[in-house]
C-alpha cells in the first residue's frame, strides 16, 4: 500500500533529521560553553537543518495530503493546518534567503581556493562564469537563480552527508 511506503520514507527522512538536530544542539552547546563562536561549518550545518526540516515536512505533508484525497478537505483532519508550515518557510530565517547565503559564501570560498566535492566545484564553476561575463554581477546573480539553488542544496547534501551520513544498504 502506498500509504505505508509514505510513511516509512517520512519515518527514514524525519528520523535522519532529528539525528542531526541532535548532533547541532551537542556541538553548539559545547562551543558555547566554551564560549567561542560557532565555525562555518556549523553555522552552515545550523541553516541546512532549518531548510531540510522544513522543506521536507512541507513535501511530505502536500504527499499525504495528495494520497488521502477528498479526507484532506475535511475540517479537523488537522491539513487546515499546513499552511503553518509555510509561515515556518519564512520565519527565524527565510529559507530561501539561508540558501543564497550559503551559495554566497561558498563562492568567496571557492575564489580562494578551488575545491570542494564534484558537484560544488561545477556549480560554482557555472555561476563564477555567469557572474564574470556580466556587467552587472547582481543581475547575473538573479538569473541563475537556478544555478544558486542548486550549489545551495549541494552544500546541504554535504552537510547531510558529513553530519548524518545514510545507513548504505
Request: glycine content about 6%; hydrophobic content about 40%; overall charge negative.
Amino acid at each position: 500500500m502506498f500509504l505505508n511506503a509514505l510513511y516509512d520514507e517520512a519515518d527514514a527522512r524525519l528520523g535522519r533529521l532529528e539525528t542531526l538536530i541532535t548532533k547541532i544542539e551537542t556541538t553548539l552547546a559545547a562551543v558555547l560553553r566554551r564560549g567561542d563562536l560557532p565555525d562555518t561549518d556549523l553555522i552552515d550545518t545550523v541553516a541546512t537543518a532549518k531548510v531540510r526540516c522544513i522543506e521536507t515536512s512541507i513535501e511530505l505533508c502536500f504527499r499525504l495530503k495528495n494520497e488521502v484525497g477528498s479526507y484532506a478537505l475535511m475540517a479537523g483532519t488537522g491539513f487546515e493546518r499546513l499552511d503553518y508550515l509555510n509561515c515556518c518557510k519564512f520565519a527565524e530565517g527565510d529559507s530561501r534567503i539561508l540558501m543564497q547565503k550559503m551559495a554566497r559564501d561558498r563562492m568567496q570560498a571557492f575564489k580562494k581556493k578551488q575545491e570542494g566535492t564534484e558537484e560544488e566545484v561545477e556549480a560554482c564553476m557555472e555561476l563564477g562564469g555567469a557572474l564574470m561575463s556580466s556587467d552587472n554581477p547582481m543581475q547575473a546573480w538573479n538569473e541563475s537563480w537556478e544555478t544558486v539553488y542548486r550549489l545551495a542544496n549541494h552544500i546541504m547534501d554535504r552537510h547531510m552527508e558529513t553530519w548524518v551520513p545514510e545507513a548504505k544498504l
